[in-house]
């Protein structure tokens, strides 16, 4: 889909959130099904509940009403980002730093565009990544997508809260 249509969309639904301390983390919106949807990832300090998921929805559906800037008919989605969530704001390499990441670039760097590693944070503004004991720096313009690759096996472990994950699980 058009990063400009993305970037507009995004423009008129994050401001709403954020006084409500609500993330908006990832929005997608392509055609499934033969139909287009809209799908909007969220995150707060406390999670994301069902009530907040439906809460969202009814407050973005009302905005995009008035805003109209969907030419069609679309279903509007709200969810969590899920463990594995993507990563796309500085404070979130940041806020990651030591886990498990997969980024694909949009230019190749060092032969290659997919990396899979350590995330090791933000230094200079560049995401530093540590694959396969190799420090690689990507410059946050050349992400295309980036997301926390957490192991399956991890999932009900005590430590796979924000800010305490560990490596080699």
């Known amino acids: 889909m058009d990063r400009e249509f993305i970037t507009s ?7 709403v ?4 301390g609500i993330e908006l983390v ?13 799908r909007l990832y969220i995150d707060t300090s406390d999670g994301v509940t069902l009530d907040l998921c439906a809460q969202v929805s009814r407050q973005v559906g009302a905005l995009l009403d008035m ?20 990563i796309r704001k500085e404070k979130d390499f940041r806020l ?17 565009r997919n990396f899979s590693g350590t995330l090791l944070g933000v230094e200079n503004s560049m995401i530093i990544v540590d694959v396969e004991g190799t420090r690689v720096e990507i410059n946050p313009e050349d992400v295309e997508r980036a997301r926390l690759d957490l192991p399956a096996g991890g999932f009900f472990r005590q430590d796979l809260r924000r800010g305490t994950v560990r490596t080699g699980v």
């Open 26 to 38: 990832d929005l997608e919106y392509k055609p499934e099904g033969g139909k287009w949807v809209l």
């Open 17 to 20: 959130l954020e006084p409500d």
């Open 67 to 86: 805003e109209d800037p969907i030419e069609h008919p679309y279903n509007l989605e709200v969810s969590s980002p899920g463990v594995n969530r993507v």
């Open 96 to 112: 990651f730093s030591g886990s498990p990441v997969r980024i694909k670039t949009r230019r190749k760097l060092q032969g290659r």
């Open 9 to 15: 969309l995004w423009d008129i639904i994050e401001p």
